[in-house]
Structure formats: C-alpha cells, structure tokens
Nanobody, 126 residues
C-alpha cells in the first residue's frame, strides 16, 4: 500500500493558480500509475487527473485545459504535482493523491478505494 502526503492547498481567488504536491517513497518505480482525486463537501470523490505507467495522461472534462499533472522521481522518493490554473469556485475541494502498481488510469479512477492520505484543502473564493 502506498503512503502519501499531500500539500500545497490554500485559499485562492477565482482565476488564480496553485500547485499541489504529493510525496510517496513507494512511487519511485515507473510501474506505478498515479493520480489525483478531489472531494467537495456533500459530493462523491471525483477522479481528476492521472499519469499512467506508460506516460499517458487523463483529465476530467471539468479540469481539461486548466490542470496539468506531472511526476518527478529519484531513487529515494517520488513527488507528484498537480498544477492548477484558472481556478474556479467549483474547484473547491479536498484533493487526494493515490498510486497503484501496474494499474491503468481507467482502473485507478474506477476502482481505487484507498488507502487515502489526509488530503490538502483547496478553496477558491473571492
């Protein structure tokens, strides 16, 4: 099981930008598919973005063109990022990262049930 630590959430005005980070020592292998989810109050968790183990990416329609996922790996640790631009109030949520070995974005988004980190709060408000 992958243990993750998310950070970078903040209060930002509409139209602003944030970069979220996710650190996990287990994600150093290229065989991991990694992704970001978010959960707004009173709503189900939403699959936002993914970077699979062959270099493909996925973005939910609601964030396409505004968000960008990337990952930086060393032998010791991996850090995954979610660059969020042109933020909207509807982007307000707790953001979580996750990773699965030898998975796909379809599987990660459709079937992943945890474990989850603590998440990081993103609030977009004037």
């Amino acid at each position: 099981q992958v243990q993750v630590v998310e950070s970078g959430g903040d209060l930002v005005q509409p139209g602003g930008s944030l970069r979220l980070s996710c650190e996990a020592s287990e994600l150093t292998s290229d065989y991991y598919t990694v992704g970001w989810f978010r959960q707004a109050p009173g709503k189900v968790r939403e699959f936002v973005s993914c970077f699979d183990n062959i270099g493909g990416t996925y973005y939910a329609d609601s964030v396409k063109g505004r968000f960008s996922i990337s990952i930086s790996r060393t032998n010791a640790k991996a850090t995954m990022y979610l660059q969020m631009n042109s933020l909207k109030p509807e982007d307000t949520a707790v953001y979580y990262c996750a990773g699965e070995l030898r998975s796909t974005c379809l599987a990660l988004g459709g079937a992943y049930r945890g474990p989850w980190g603590r998440g990081t709060q993103v609030t977009v408000s004037a």
